[in-house]
C-alpha cells in the first residue's frame, strides 16, 4: 500500500482565494482524520469521520472551514474564503477499528499570503 | 476533553547519553498513550505505544512507561543517537479514535 496520500503538498494561495485539500486513506481503514499544526498551537485535530460518517468536528476553527468525505478512498477540506492565518501543515491521518496507531500522510503546506 | 501537557519543549543531550520526556494527561478514561516522532519536514510516525493495563513497555532503545494514579506517562530513550534527533510528540486517546496530542519536544542529540 502506498499509505495515505495528500494532495498537494504545497499550495500558496492569496487572502479569500478558496482552497481544497485533498486526503487517500489506506485502504481499508473507516476512520480518516484531519489536523493542522502550527508552531503556535501544535497538532489539532480539525475532524474525523468513521465509515465516511463525520464523528466529531469540534475542532474546526470555524465556518470558513468544511470537510467532506464522499466514499472509504477520498476525503477533502475546504478553506473559503482563505485567511493568513490559516497558514499552517494539514495533515491526514487514517486507521481502522482494530488498530491503534494511525498513520500520518505527508501533509499539505498551506501559505496563504 | 482530554488536555495532554508534555515537557521539556526543548532537550539537549550529548550523544550516549538518555532523554526523558514527560507528559501528564487529565482524563482518568484514556485508556491509549502513544509516542510520535516527527523529523524536519516530514510525518509524525508512530514509535511506541502503551495501554493503560500496562505499566511499562520497551522497544530496543526506547520505553514508555504508566502511572494511571498519577495520570502521567514518560518516553526514555537511552544510548542516544544523532538520528533521534526530531521533535517526539505524546498523546492520549479516551475510547474513541482521536488523539488529543501534547505540544511536542524537540530533541536534540549532540555528537
Known amino acids: 500500500d502506498a499509505g495515505v496520500i495528500q494532495s498537494p503538498r504545497h499550495e500558496v494561495t492569496e487572502m479569500g482565494q478558496e482552497v481544497t485539500l485533498r486526503c487517500k486513506p489506506i485502504?481499508?481503514?473507516?476512520?480518516l482524520f484531519w489536523y493542522r499544526q502550527t508552531m503556535m498551537r501544535g497538532l489539532e485535530l480539525l475532524i474525523y469521520?468513521?465509515?465516511?460518517?463525520?464523528?466529531?468536528d469540534s475542532g474546526m476553527p470555524e465556518d470558513r472551514f468544511s470537510a467532506k468525505m464522499p466514499n472509504a478512498s477520498f476525503s477533502t477540506l475546504k478553506i473559503q474564503p482563505s485567511e493568513p492565518r490559516d497558514s499552517a501543515v494539514y495533515f491526514c491521518?487514517?486507521?481502522?477499528?482494530?488498530?491503534?496507531?494511525?498513520?500520518f500522510g505527508p501533509g499539505t503546506r498551506l501559505t496563504v499570503l | 476533553g482530554e488536555n495532554v501537557e508534555q515537557h521539556p519543549s526543548t532537550l539537549s543531550v550529548q550523544e550516549g547519553d538518555s532523554a526523558v520526556i514527560k507528559c501528564t494527561y487529565s482524563?482518568?478514561?484514556?485508556?491509549?498513550f502513544p509516542w510520535y516522532k516527527q523529523e524536519l519536514g516530514k510525518r509524525p510516525q508512530l514509535i511506541i505505544d502503551?495501554?493503560?493495563?500496562?505499566g511499562e513497555k520497551k522497544d530496543q532503545r526506547i520505553a514508555v512507561t504508566l502511572n494511571k494514579t498519577a495520570k502521567h506517562f514518560s518516553l526514555h530513550i537511552t544510548e542516544t543517537q544523532p538520528e533521534d534527533s526530531a521533535v517526539y510528540f505524546c498523546?492520549?486517546?479516551?475510547?474513541?479514535?482521536?488523539?488529543?496530542f501534547g505540544t511536542g519536544t524537540r530533541l536534540t542529540v549532540i555528537p
Open positions: 491521518a487514517s486507521t481502522e477499528t482494530e488498530l491503534d496507531e494511525q498513520f
Open positions: 485502504s481499508g481503514h473507516d476512520y
Open positions: 469521520f468513521n465509515n465516511n460518517v463525520p464523528i466529531d
Open positions: 482524563d482518568s478514561a484514556s485508556n491509549y
Open positions: 502503551i495501554r493503560s493495563n500496562v
Open positions: 498523546a492520549a486517546r479516551t475510547g474513541a479514535n482521536n488523539l488529543f
